[in-house]
């Protein structure tokens, strides 16, 4: 039968050179956004269009205003600012 790829990566393609879309957030701008969850290291998370936003020294159940200050393939860190 043979090896079909079926919308999966290549073999050998470096993970780092998948797309993974445009980012529902930019850095430098300001969103509202609820606490939902903690990470491991204690940081609160949010999410924007399933896009995870991690949040330091905020808890879960908080309704803050943040400011993006870096955005990567997968996940965002943002500053509160409110």
């Known amino acids: 039968m043979g090896?079909?790829?079926?919308g999966y990566r290549k073999f050998g393609q470096?993970?780092?050179?998948?797309?993974?879309?445009?980012?529902?957030?930019?850095?430098g701008?300001?969103?509202?956004?609820d606490i939902k969850e903690l990470s491991r290291r204690g940081e609160g998370i949010?999410?924007?269009?399933?896009?995870?936003?991690?949040v330091p020294n905020t808890k879960v159940g908080d309704h803050i205003k943040i400011k993006v200050t870096k955005v990567a393939k997968r996940y965002a860190v943002a500053e509160m600012i409110q």
């Open 3 to 6: 090896y079909r790829n079926k």
């Open 14 to 27: 470096k993970y780092d050179k998948m797309n993974f879309g445009p980012k529902p957030v930019k850095e």
């Open 29 to 33: 701008e300001e969103y509202e956004v």
């Open 46 to 54: 949010a999410r924007i269009e399933g896009f995870v936003i991690f």
